[in-house]
């Protein structure tokens, strides 16, 4: 009569052992695993895309702007990269608006403007928004 001893029974469980630790390891105990999908490249921005032109960043038209020679070619040279309420609250002299001009076009990269339309964007700014006689401060009733 064969009995089963116990060094039978360590040996069987260490071997069963040893194969199912074998078997996972080669992944046959598992399905099948999610494979690493690469994420997809992001789509150029439209505003990058030349072809499509960026969206101003406001709502503002011709209108938002007082009336004069030179409005037209002004709210489109210089509302491409923001609002006209900027450009409102500004005060400057024709100088100090040519100045500013530059600025724009060398610290805030716009593409620099045909010499007749800047003289002509220049007239309008120098005269719709002159430098204010009265500064704000003087305005308030407190400090008088
Ligand atoms: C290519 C983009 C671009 C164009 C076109 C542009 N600007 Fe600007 N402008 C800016 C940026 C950017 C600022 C800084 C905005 C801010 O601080 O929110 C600015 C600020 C200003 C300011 C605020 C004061 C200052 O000096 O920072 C004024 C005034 C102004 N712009 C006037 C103009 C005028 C006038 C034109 C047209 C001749 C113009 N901008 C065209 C980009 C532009």
Same mark, same amino acid.
């Given at each position: 009569?064969?009995?089963?001893?116990i060094?039978?029974?360590v040996?069987?469980?260490?071997?069963?052992?040893f @194969?199912?630790?074998?078997?996972?390891?080669a992944?046959?105990l598992?399905?099948?695993?999610p494979?690493?999908?690469?994420p997809?490249?992001p789509?150029?921005?439209?505003?990058?895309?030349?072809?499509?032109?960026?969206?101003?960043p406001?709502?503002?038209?011709?209108?938002d702007?007082p009336?004069?020679?030179?409005?037209?070619?002004?709210?489109?040279?210089?509302?491409?990269?923001h609002?006209?309420a900027l450009i409102k609250?500004q005060?400057l002299?024709?100088?100090?608006?040519?100045?500013?001009?530059? @600025?724009m076009?060398?610290?805030?990269?716009m593409p620099p403007?045909k010499p007749a339309?800047?003289?002509?964007?220049?007239?309008?700014?120098?005269e719709q928004?002159?430098p204010?006689?009265?500064?704000r401060n003087?305005?308030?009733?407190f400090?008088?």
């Amino acid at each position: 009569m064969s009995q089963l001893n116990i060094t039978h029974v360590v040996v069987i469980s260490l071997t069963a052992v040893f @194969l199912l630790v074998a078997m996972d390891r080669a992944g046959q105990l598992r399905g099948p695993q999610p494979t690493y999908v690469p994420p997809a490249k992001p789509a150029p921005l439209a505003a990058v895309d030349p072809e499509k032109g960026k969206p101003p960043p406001h709502n503002d038209t011709v209108e938002d702007m007082p009336a004069g020679k030179g409005r037209e070619v002004t709210f489109y040279t210089c509302t491409a990269c923001h609002g006209v309420a900027l450009i409102k609250a500004q005060g400057l002299t024709r100088d100090l608006w040519d100045s500013s001009i530059d @600025l724009m076009i060398e610290k805030h990269r716009m593409p620099p403007v045909k010499p007749a339309e800047r003289a002509e964007i220049l007239d309008y700014l120098a005269e719709q928004f002159p430098p204010r006689r009265r500064g704000r401060n003087t305005d308030n009733p407190f400090l008088k």
